[in-house]
């Protein structure tokens, strides 16, 4: 790994919390590192900026657990010692609902120091177990892959400061890096769809770099995050028999910020509220049977195949548990990066003609229901096994001239919607 210095716009603490980042990746979580506070909760949290490490966990199952990250590499009189941080991460935990958390520290630990920590659900992690755990990984070799590593983390703060001049970009940027980790699964799952909707809808020519680099960070971020929430909410239709299930969703994807239970308790007597009134003028039977029920909300329009698409993966749980961890890789790998994965990545992956097939799935509920962008499009249903080249005559995802003319959609920069 190149020094810390030379990492343009990363300080040393920045690049520790990438290698954290990047270790849990290769341990099989999905991560995110850097999920910032302060858009969500405002001033209240102005001590507490980000959370350093974000990770999830499946189970073949379906069933996944949280857990969270601390990084200090400082060691002067001022810096947190572990057992002050395990203490902070405790309270975290519970903000997230996150099963446990990790201190990773330049202090060395007393055995006594890290048993307490266990006490609390946190471990500590130096430095130097940090640099074993990279051996073990053979993170030498897998080094600034995918959604990791230092190019990711420059990237995304040329984006921050890209997308800033304009309001509608600049909120998806922080919806995604922030207030979208804080959100149950469904409305996660909605809201984040909403803004894949806006972004499909002007797609900028490649010949805009700036902008095109920014769509592709915010796209593969948000399809990424909706293949996360999809893989929990399939957990969660396991746990249930179907129709139950289908009723829960419908109703929490009709319900947004509020509990569906409240809206159908206000629904109610806003209903018994105009029943009164109607009766009042002597309104017809018929006015008001159709007035029951028109302050309900609805769900989304595409209900009915986002349930279809759940099903199909809670069927199939034990390869959709791993969907999350590699379709991030992919989508970062090809449509960020704009570059094949090697086969060493693919084997490390686990890709297979299934994980093909789940990604297709993914691809067809969206092509179906929004507008996809050609890269995007493409990089869901390019063949992830093989030599694509060369399969079924079909021709590079990286094909110059195809990438530099794909301007079939609108040229402008993508925005989210209000539902984001």
């Known amino acids: 790994m190149p020094p810390a210095e030379t990492t343009r716009g990363l300080d040393p603490g920045i690049r520790t919390e990438v290698r954290v980042a990047q270790a849990w990746f290769w341990d099989g979580y999905y991560v995110r590192r850097g999920v910032d506070l302060q858009h969500r909760f405002g001033s209240e949290v ?14 073949p199952s ?3 657990h949280k857990y969270i990250g601390e990084v200090k590499t400082g060691t002067s009189n001022n810096t947190p010692r572990p057992l002050d941080r395990a203490l902070w991460i405790s309270g975290l935990r519970q903000l997230v609902d996150a099963e446990s958390g990790e201190v990773t520290t330049a202090f060395k630990t007393s055995a006594a120091v890290r048993d307490a920590c266990k006490h609390l659900g946190v471990t500590v992690q130096h430095l130097d177990d940090l640099a074993a755990r990279e051996v073990r990984l053979q993170i030498e070799h897998f080094n600034d892959l995918g ?13 921050q400061v890209f997308v800033k001049p304009d309001p509608i970009l600049d909120r998806a940027y922080w919806f995604l890096r922030s207030e979208v980790w804080f959100l149950e699964p469904f409305d996660a799952l ?10 499909g809808k002007v797609w900028p020519p490649e010949s805009h770099q700036k902008a095109t680099q920014a769509a592709r960070w915010l796209s593969a971020e948000a399809v990424s995050i909706v293949t996360l929430n999809l893989a929990v909410i399939a957990g969660e239709a396991n746990t249930m028999d179907a129709q139950t299930f289908r009723n829960t969703a419908t109703a929490r994807l009709a319900s947004g910020d509020l509990p569906w239970h ?7 007597r806003l209903d018994e509220f105009v029943g009164k009134i109607l009766t009042s003028v002597n309104a017809p039977d018929d006015i008001r049977a159709s007035a029951i029920g028109a302050f309900l909300p609805v769900p989304p329009d595409y209900t009915e195949p986002l349930l279809e698409l759940v099903s199909r993966l809670a069927t199939e749980a034990a390869l ?18 704009r570059r094949e994965l090697s086969s060493d990545l693919k084997r490390r992956l686990g890709l297979t003609e299934n994980t093909e097939r789940l990604a297709r799935l993914v691809a067809a509920f969206l092509r179906g229901q929004f507008t996809l962008p050609g890269p995007v499009d493409k990089v869901l249903t390019t063949p992830l096994t093989g030599d694509m080249d060369h399969r079924n005559g079909q021709t590079s995802l990286f094909d110059a001239h195809q ?16 539902e984001a």
């Open 46 to 59: 102005s001590n507490v900026t980000d959370l350093d490490v974000l990770g999830y966990s499946f189970e």
């Open 403 to 418: 990438e530099a003319g794909d301007t079939s959609h609108a040229p402008g920069r993508g925005a989210p919607s209000q």
């Open 190 to 199: 909605k809201r984040t769809l909403g803004l894949v909707r806006e972004l």
């Open 147 to 159: 959604s990791q590593g230092d190019t990711i983390a420059s990237l995304r703060n040329e984006v």
């Open 262 to 268: 409240a809206i159908r308790n206000l629904s109610d």
């Open 62 to 64: 379906l069933k996944h």
């Open 320 to 337: 959709t548990a791993r969907l999350p961890w590699q379709l991030d890789a992919v989508l970062f790998e090809r449509l960020v990066r």
